[in-house]
């Protein structure tokens, strides 16, 4: 006799606990610090969002994607804490490296948050609506000033998978 277990689609862990609580609680005040105007909780909002977008980063190499600036926020934080996010990146199954350009208008691709945001959703999660606004409806004002294009053989959004650098190479 055979039994079989009928299961649907593992919903993915919440991105909180890809960190220890004082691991968590280390980047968020790295968040507070490079915004003094940004409350406890919206830095938990946004490293929560910084996590969502590394991860759709990490099982979406191919895609080009970016955060907004206040997920960026979240994401710089989480790189200055070389050792965490190295482990966080191992543990995802690659790096997702940082490419930032100086913000300007003319490189805006208004679809890259709707392609972020659709990505995020297909790795389960569900995106903070309001920290995925386009940079004219900032929810707050956080001290990331660079921004993620997804021009070809530019600096682009990220890079998981060796794609184009900065003068082509690592």
């Not at 991105?15 to 003094?36: K, Y």
């Not at 960026?72 to 490419?99: E, K, P, Q």
């Not at 990331?144 to 997804?150: L, V």
Request: with cysteine.
């Amino acid at each position: 006799m055979t039994a079989a277990c009928a299961t649907g689609p593992q919903k993915p862990l919440p991105p909180r606990t890809l960190l220890t609580d004082a691991q968590f609680n280390d980047v968020r005040a790295t968040i507070l610090d490079d915004n003094p105007n940004i409350e406890p909780e919206m830095a938990s909002r946004i490293l929560i969002e910084a996590l969502t977008f590394v991860i759709a980063a990490s099982r979406f190499p191919s895609v080009r994607i970016a955060p907004t600036r206040e997920v960026d926020a979240g994401w710089h934080a989480l790189i200055l804490h070389t050792h965490l996010y190295a482990s966080l990146c191992s543990r995802l199954g690659r790096t997702v490296h940082h490419y930032p350009e100086r913000p300007e208008a003319s490189r805006h691709d208004p679809e890259v948050l709707t392609r972020t945001m659709a990505l995020i959703e297909q790795a389960g999660y569900t995106p903070d609506a309001e920290l995925w606004v386009g940079p004219d409806r900032s929810l707050v004002s956080v001290a990331a000033n660079c921004s993620h294009t997804p021009v070809p053989g530019g600096c682009g959004p990220i890079n998981p998978g060796n794609r184009a650098t900065h003068g082509g190479g690592e």
